[in-house]
């Protein structure tokens, strides 16, 4: 792919091609940033741009030899490698399926690509194996281009095995160049992070995530802007929220909201055990919009202003709900998502945390109002 099919990310386009233009590539270049920002498209896209047999100034050409073999991910002198499972594997024995899911979504993540090749609740790594394969290969003459690049993703996930890498890296072969994609400074080998010219990539912003909804025609307007608000700048989950096009997020969490108001227990069994068969993914999405909800309804609350970005219907349900819900309320709601949010992400038993959660927000739609509490005390 070319550097312009990356949405955004404009700073980081221009300092590349400085990059390439003034002859001052790196030996390793890192980009990092947060999870669907576009750092591995930003990788695929320079690297084809260093190997294209006849650039232009701001891009590569997107249809010479190179730029062909580049676009289908077979050029030979690009090598992979990524986190897979299981000893003694190597990043190439999952070329094929690393190939396809990098060309439908260059903007995965680690679960999505762990799912892919079947590894769910397994750890991700870059093994000893593969760091012997990418010393040998490196170590092999370029077959067609001026450059061999090595993009790896994720270096995260490189034990201490990613000690043998130093220096490769330090002192590579002739017109080697190490792209690395990364998420997490903190669990990068200090050893590799000192020998590697980071650039940031920052989050996208809403407009970016609202235009690449657009441009990919995955929602209409309405919907592009009202996810882009609850992206937080990540197109991958973006994406995600776009194409679950059945679920409504609004109203299941009035009804939530409602039933766990009431508080009827087999109302509430009912609708746990429903929800809970709706996936983890969905699972994480809805309480992403939650605490959305819960921000903007806040934000209404205080400044009383029409000016929060929910969608019409939501403004009208939280318009209802400002007279039900206080101050005091919202923040332990928050809390008690967040907390939900966190108990999903590590795999807890949606049944039972549903459930739970369900009750704790009952006791807090119950409470009583702190004015009324301050007259008890008087
Ligand atoms: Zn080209």
Redesign the pocket.
Known sequence: MTLAQTYGQAEVKDLLRRLLAQERLPHALLLLGPAGSGKLSLALGFA?FI?????AALD?????????K?RKHIHPDIHFSFPTVGTNVKSDAFLPQWRTAIEDNPYMEINDWLQLIGADNKQGNINKEECLNIIRKLSLKTFEGSHKILVMWLPEHLGKEGNRLLKLIEEPPPQTIFILVAENQELILNTILSRCQVVKVRPLQDEEVEEALLDKQLADKESAQAISHLADGNLNQAQKMASEKESDNASLFLEWMRKSYIGNGVELVKWVDKFSKIGRENQKHFIRYALHFMREYMLLKMSNQADVRLRSVELKTAQNLTKVIAFDQIEDIVQLLNDCAYYIERNANPKVLFLDTSIQLNKILKRKKPEVRTQVVQ
């Open positions: 084809q190997l294209c047999e006849n650039k590569a050409c997107g249809q010479c030899n190179a730029c062909l580049a």
